[in-house]
């Protein structure tokens, strides 16, 4: 049984790519292991697992940088990410947001099932179509949902995988926290480096 690796773009998996000798494609598959960039966003993300996710895989890895609400988590910490919630899915009821879960259409929320031990700090994570970048809504995700980061595709690698029952795992390295939009305080090539670091020396172990 093999494990997918998933991330959304090939930047996020640079330092991976050169370790394992990988061809430049979207999708390579190897030994041990199979990667797949899946591009940006849950919809992407949810095409490329639908192409390519089957029960030939015992484990699925997602990878990526993410922001984090916490600042008093360092940039450049990698974490793991023990659940996920579509942050936006569901429906405005005037100034309350109603979950897809409240509506009766769905579940919104989704936790990672694995029987792996890693040695990562804890944290919960929310997906987005709209990365945060104003005081309003930060405070309004804060109030609704306390999550510790945000990413654009986290739960629908967790919803993917639920589907098949196979396990999955989140993995992200902290690149900026969530604020008004301010490039010059993000470290994306640290959080890229620590987050290569970890999954190499992880998915080196399977070999």
């Given at each position: 049984m093999k494990t997918l690796v998933v991330a959304a773009t090939k930047a996020?998996?640079?330092?991976?790519?050169?370790?394992?000798?990988?061809?430049?494609?979207?999708?390579?598959?190897?030994?041990?292991?199979?990667?797949?960039?899946?591009?940006?966003?849950?919809?992407?993300?949810?095409?490329?697992?639908?192409?390519?996710l089957s029960p030939k895989y015992s484990l699925v890895l997602n990878l990526g940088i993410a922001g984090s609400f916490d600042r008093s988590i360092p940039l450049g910490t990698v974490l793991n990410i023990t659940d996920d919630t579509f942050a936006e899915l569901g429906a405005e009821n005037g100034d309350e947001f109603l979950t897809i879960t409240d509506l009766g259409f769905g579940e919104n929320h989704y936790t990672a099932k694995t029987q792996r031990k890693i040695?990562?700090?804890?944290?919960?994570?929310?997906?987005?179509?709209?990365?945060?970048?104003?005081?309003?809504?930060?405070?309004?995700?804060?109030?609704?949902?306390?999550?510790?980061?945000?990413?654009?595709?986290?739960?629908?690698?967790?919803?993917?995988?639920?589907?098949?029952?196979?396990?999955?795992?989140?993995?992200?390295?902290?690149?900026?926290?969530?604020?008004?939009?301010?490039?010059?305080n993000w470290k994306i090539g640290l959080?890229?480096?620590?987050?290569?670091?970890?999954?190499?020396?992880?998915v080196g172990e399977m070999n």
């Open positions: 996020e998996l640079t330092f991976f790519y050169q370790h394992f000798n990988l061809p430049d494609g979207d999708f390579v598959e190897s030994k041990n292991f199979d990667l797949l960039i899946s591009g940006v966003g849950m919809v992407a993300t949810a095409f490329a697992l639908g192409k390519y040695e990562l700090p804890l944290a919960k994570g929310i997906t987005v179509n709209r990365v945060t970048g104003s005081e309003k809504s930060i405070q309004t995700l804060m109030k609704r949902l306390n999550p510790t980061t945000e990413s654009m595709e986290g739960a629908a690698v967790f919803y993917a995988s639920k589907q098949l029952n196979i396990d999955c795992l989140q993995v992200r390295s902290i690149s900026n926290y969530v604020e008004p939009r301010n490039k010059e959080a890229i480096k620590n987050l290569n670091d970890w999954a190499i020396a992880f």
